[in-house]
Nanobody, 115 residues
Framework: VQLVESGGGLVQPGGSLRLSCAAS????????MRWYRQAPGKERELVAA????????YYADSVKGRFTISRDNARNTVYLQMNSLKPEDTAVYYC?????????WGQGTQVTVSS
C-alpha cells in the first residue's frame, strides 16, 4: 500500500497550490479520502474529505471556500486545490485513505505560505 503526496512548496500569501496524492496497492475507489495537516506544535487536523463516489465532501471551517477536494478513481488519485493561501495554512499536508477496518497514510508534503 502506498500513498504518495506531491505538489507542496513555498507560495506567497494569496497564492495557490494543487496537492496530489497517488494511491496504489488497494482498491482506491472503495475508500473515503481525506487531507489532514499538521503545523509545528499543533495537533493534526482534518482539512477536507471526499466520499468514494465523490458525492459528498467535507471541509474544515478554516478552509471552506478556499480549498477544493476532488478525486479521479480511474487514476487512483485525490487532489486538494488550495487557493487564497494564508500564512496559517503553513503545515505538512497528509493524504489519508479510510474505510472501516483500514486506515492508510502518506508521508506528507510541506506547504509553506510566506512572503
Amino acid at each position: 500500500v502506498q500513498l504518495v503526496e506531491s505538489g507542496g512548496g513555498l507560495v506567497q500569501p494569496g497564492g495557490s497550490l494543487r496537492l496530489s496524492c497517488a494511491a496504489s496497492g488497494f482498491t482506491f475507489s472503495s475508500y473515503i479520502m481525506r487531507w489532514y495537516r499538521q503545523a509545528p506544535g499543533k495537533e493534526r487536523e482534518l482539512v477536507a474529505a471526499i466520499t468514494s463516489s465523490s458525492r459528498d465532501t467535507y471541509y474544515a471551517d478554516s478552509v471552506k471556500g478556499r480549498f477544493t477536494i476532488s478525486r479521479d478513481n480511474a487514476r487512483n488519485t485525490v487532489y486538494l486545490q488550495m487557493n487564497s493561501l494564508k500564512p496559517e495554512d503553513t503545515a505538512v499536508y497528509y493524504c489519508n485513505a479510510w474505510k472501516l477496518g483500514y486506515d492508510y497514510w502518506g508521508q506528507g508534503t510541506q506547504v509553506t505560505v510566506s512572503s
